[in-house]
């Protein structure tokens, strides 16, 4: 098969092709820059997508890439006090790595896997911490 390629750029919208497979909602890397953008509209083998970051500068021949799945964000405690962007990244790893100004297609794990948080639970398993009832046969 055939690497999808942008055959349109209107404003922040994308069409690309070859893409018979593609989903709605499903997250892609946009031109060479792999800008971080979904899939809105599925016809045929042509996917318009929604590109989340500026799009000066991109080019109709530029590589499409999907990523099989939909635009996810990791959940956990590390998320307190933390600041994202709309599509859930980091802004002080990203701005620590790149700096004041972000460079477009930067991509960063939303939780840092060597921050570790201590789990003391304060409930007992079962209705707003009662113990659960037996069941009766």
Known sequence: MSEARIERVVGTLVE???LP??????????????????????QGDVAT????????GLAVGEPVESSGGPLT????????????DGVGRPLASL???EGD???P????????????????PRRAPGICGQPKPSRRR
Request: cysteine-free.
């Open 21 to 42: 497979d593609s989903a709605l909602y499903e997250l892609v890397r946009v031109g060479v820059r792999r800008l971080m953008g979904e899939v809105i509209r599925v």
């Open 49 to 56: 997508i929604e590109v989340f970051e500026e799009t000066t």
């Open 73 to 84: 964000a990791q959940l956990g405690p590390g998320l307190l006090g933390a600041v994202l």
């Open 16 to 18: 690309a092709r070859p």
């Open 101 to 103: 100004f972000l460079a």
């Open 95 to 97: 701005a620590e790595r």
């Open 105 to 120: 297609g930067g991509e960063a794990p939303t939780l840092s896997a060597e921050r570790r948080f201590r789990f003391q």
